[in-house]
C-alpha cells in the first residue's frame, strides 16, 4: 500500500506520464425548439490573400435549422465583425436569444459585447481547447473540404465561391433533422437550376393552394422527432469513447498543457511536461466547466473543460492530513536535556574570579 501511495503521489510522474484512460466528459447536447434560438459564429483563416484581398472567412450558424451564412474579410477585427454581425445578421434575421463563440480576441472585445447588449443579445463563449461545443466548427470542417476541393492548386481564389457554396449548404438535406435548412428556414425549399428543369413549375389559377401554415407544423414536428433521434444517437456514439468525472470544491487537479516548440530556446514540445500545476476547483460553472486557479499562487484564474483535468496526488483532503501532522510533530518532540533553571549571576562571578569559589559552592 506504501508503494502505491508512493507512486501515486509522484510529482514528476503526474507532470509527464500521458493519460491511458477515455477522456473525461460525456457529450452534453444544446437543446433548441426554434429557428434562431441560438446562433453560432466562428472566424476561419487566415487564408492566402485572394485577388479580392480577403483573407479570412466569418461563419454564422442556427443551431436548430443549420442555415449557413458566408462572409469573407480582408481584416478580422472587432470592429469588422460586429458591422456584419449587426448588418447582415441581425436587421435581417432577427435577434436570436444566444450567440455561441469561442474566446477569440474579436468576441471578447468591448466593442463586440457593447453590440451584444445594445441588441440584448446574450454572449456564451466555449472554453478553451474544446472547439466541439461549437456547432460551427462542425461547418468549418465541411467548408474548407469543399473549398479545397474547387480551388485546387489556386488557393488565392479561395473566396471565390462562397455564395455557391452558402446555396449548397442550406439547401442539402441534414442527417440531423431530415430536412434542408431552407425549409425550416423559410418554410419552403430553395429551388436550384436542376429543380427548374426537372421540376418545372405549372401553376394554374385554379391550382389548388397548398396551407403553409399547416405544412410548417407538420414540418416542425417531423423536425424535432428527427432530431431527438439523432441527439440519442451522437450521444451514444460520442460517450462511448468517453468517461465520466467529475470533481468538489478545492480538489487538487493538474491541468492538461499545450507548449510549442522553440528551437532558438533548445525547446521542445515533446519533453515538455504534459500536465501544469497543481490547480485547485473553486466554482463548477457548467455540467462540464471548471473555473480552477493556481494552488500555489491564487492566479492565472481560468475556466477549462473537464477533459483538461485529472486529479492530483495527493488529495486536498490527503494534504491538509500531512500538514495537520507535521505540525503536531513539531509541537509533540521533546527535548534531549533536562532544564534545571537559570544559574546564580553572583556564583557565576565568583567563578570567574576565584576558581576555588566553584569548590567551595559545591562544599556547600
Request: proline share 5%; charged share 30%.
Amino acid at each position: 500500500m506504501d508503494v502505491k501511495s508512493h507512486i501515486q503521489n509522484c510529482q514528476v510522474c503526474q507532470m509527464y506520464k500521458p493519460e491511458g484512460r477515455k477522456p473525461a466528459g460525456k457529450l452534453q447536447q444544446t437543446v433548441v425548439t426554434r429557428p434562431w434560438e441560438m446562433l453560432g459564429v466562428d472566424l476561419m483563416g487566415p487564408f492566402p490573400r485572394s485577388s479580392n484581398q480577403n483573407v479570412y472567412m466569418l461563419v454564422f450558424v442556427d443551431y436548430y435549422s443549420k442555415w449557413v451564412e458566408l462572409f469573407a474579410l480582408r481584416q478580422a477585427t472587432a470592429r469588422t465583425v460586429s458591422n456584419i454581425l449587426t448588418k447582415e445578421i441581425l436587421t435581417r434575421w432577427g435577434v436570436p436569444d444566444y450567440i455561441l463563440s469561442d474566446r477569440g480576441s474579436q468576441f471578447v472585445s468591448d466593442l463586440f459585447e457593447e453590440t451584444c447588449q445594445r441588441w440584448n443579445l446574450r454572449q456564451k463563449l466555449t472554453t478553451a481547447y474544446h472547439p466541439q461545443t461549437n456547432l460551427t466548427e462542425r461547418v468549418n470542417r465541411t467548408l474548407k473540404t469543399m473549398v479545397a476541393s474547387y480551388v485546387g492548386t489556386q488557393h488565392k481564389h479561395w473566396d471565390k465561391h462562397l455564395h455557391e457554396f452558402r446555396f449548397a449548404l442550406n439547401s442539402a438535406v441534414q442527417e440531423s433533422t431530415g430536412v434542408t435548412p431552407a425549409e425550416l428556414n423559410l418554410s419552403r425549399p430553395l429551388r436550384g437550376p436542376l429543380e427548374m428543369v426537372l421540376q418545372p413549375q405549372q401553376v394554374t389559377p385554379d391550382a389548388a393552394c397548398y396551407d403553409q401554415v399547416v405544412h410548417l407544423r407538420d414540418l416542425r414536428a417531423l423536425v424535432s422527432k428527427n432530431m431527438i433521434q439523432a441527439r440519442l444517437k451522437q450521444k451514444r456514439n460520442y460517450d462511448k469513447k468517453r468517461r465520466d468525472m467529475q470533481f468538489q470544491l478545492r480538489d487538487r487537479v493538474w491541468l492538461r498543457s499545450h507548449p510549442y516548440s522553440k528551437a532558438e530556446q533548445f525547446f521542445s514540445a515533446k519533453l515538455a511536461p504534459k500536465w501544469q500545476g497543481p490547480y485547485r476547483i473553486v466554482e463548477q460553472s457548467g455540467p462540464l466547466n471548471y473555473r480552477v486557479v493556481k494552488e500555489d499562487t491564487g492566479e492565472d484564474m481560468r475556466v477549462v473543460h473537464v477533459s483538461r483535468l485529472k486529479a492530483c496526488y495527493p488529495s486536498a483532503e490527503e494534504l491538509e492530513e500531512i500538514e495537520r501532522r507535521k505540525v503536531l510533530e513539531i509541537f509533540e518532540e521533546e527535548s534531549e536535556e533536562t532544564f534545571l533553571g537559570f544559574p546564580d549571576p553572583e556564583v557565576s562571578r565568583l567563578k570567574a574570579c576565584d576558581p576555588s569559589a566553584e569548590e567551595h559552592e559545591r562544599q556547600k
